[in-house]
């Protein structure tokens, strides 16, 4: 595994503040998020990723806006850094006018075609093969633009994976495929559940360049990606494999009783917004900047939480909007 962490004479501050902000900014997000699902406000599960901001601020930072994203059922994080509104977001978390898919998609679905995010799934590793189309689009478009496929560690172990990364190889799509592995499966250690080398033996097996980094050091996702997105750009589909974890349980209300006895209080000595906070100091950013960056976020997140909470739904009528009508069923066929 492959990782960057050290300061050098290029380091550069102002980059990796912004990256700092857009990380508290999630998870001051996802915690608003939490509260909203406390407060029964929320009637879907909630997927937090706190503790692997920097996969997706590493990865997502640098795509362009007409860039394609697709996410996963954990997909808040990956959402907020493509561009979408996080009013937005929170109002469609709680099913609230306004939303991004007019409050019908929820947590797991959410999307916004306008900064390029093609959506969260709620189904383990579907997006693959959508991203693959998307990516084919774009080849057979002539476009210069890429896709970016975000899973997780579980989604490897699931049919579209290989589909979907065996089409990519085949006609050289423009597509980086992202595994943020946080070493769980819902419930279930993924290393139980995995013959073999995992992602990057996996990958490699079908001729995709990939390797493994340290998801939880920002410098080393943010080069890591920059030069896979150029070598996308030139030769076609590769994969980062970012090893990260999950601070909380796979939902919010999940109290992860199956993880060994003090594993997660450890992890936080990983946590990749404090490792973050002490690169910055070690070059020279205050501890005043970064507790008001912490603090600006919480209070956007905060406003935005209030503004969801108090909003109204949608008028009942628009539950009919956006259904697909194929025209008057044949009777003689039921």
């Known amino acids: 595994m492959r990782s960057k962490c050290m300061l050098n004479k290029n380091f550069d501050q102002d980059r990796y503040v912004q990256f700092f902000k857009q990380m508290c900014r999630i998870r001051a997000f996802e915690r608003a998020a939490i509260k909203a699902k ?12 706190i503790g692997q901001e920097a996969a997706a601020v590493g990865v997502c930072e640098n795509l362009n806006k007409d860039d394609i994203l697709l996410s996963t059922h954990r997909g808040h994080g990956h959402t907020l850094t493509k561009g979408a509104n996080p009013k937005a977001m929170m109002l469609e978390l709680l099913g609230k006018e306004g939303g991004n898919c007019a409050g019908k998609g929820g947590s797991m679905h959410i999307a916004d075609f306008g900064v390029g995010m093609l959506g969260a799934n709620g189904v383990v590793g579907a997006n693959i093969n959508i991203a693959v189309g998307a990516a084919h689009a774009i080849k057979l478009k002539g476009e ?74 920002i410098i080393s996702v943010d080069q890591a990606a920059q030069d896979y997105i150029g070598r996308v750009k030139k030769s076609g589909p590769h994969l980062l494999h970012l090893t990260t974890y999950r ?14 006895k003090d594993e997660a209080d450890s992890q936080w000595s990983n946590d990749p917004i404090a490792r973050c906070h002490d690169l910055l100091i070690e070059d020279g950013v205050s501890t005043e900047q970064l507790y008001q960056i912490g603090n600006e976020a919480v209070t956007e997140m905060t406003r935005v939480y209030e503004i969801a909470r108090d909003a109204s739904f949608p008028p009942a009528l ?17």
């Open 38 to 49: 406390d407060e029964s406000l929320v009637l879907g599960a909630i997927h937090p990723s």
């Open 144 to 217: 210069d633009k890429i896709v970016v496929c975000i899973f997780g560690d579980g989604a490897i172990n699931r049919g579209p994976f290989l589909e979907g990364l065996n089409w990519a190889k085949v006609y050289n799509l423009p597509v980086l495929f992202v595994c943020e592995d946080n070493a769980y499966s819902a419930t279930t250690q993924t290393k139980d559940t995995t013959a073999g080398g995992g992602p990057v033996a996996r990958a490699l097996s079908l001729g995709i360049p990939a390797e493994t980094f340290d998801g939880n050091d």
């Open 247 to 260: 601070l909380g349980g796979h939902t919010s209300t999940d109290p992860a009783s199956y993880r060994p």
């Open 318 to 334: 628009d539950a009919y909007k956006d259904v697909q009508n194929i025209g008057d069923p044949q009777t003689e066929a039921y």
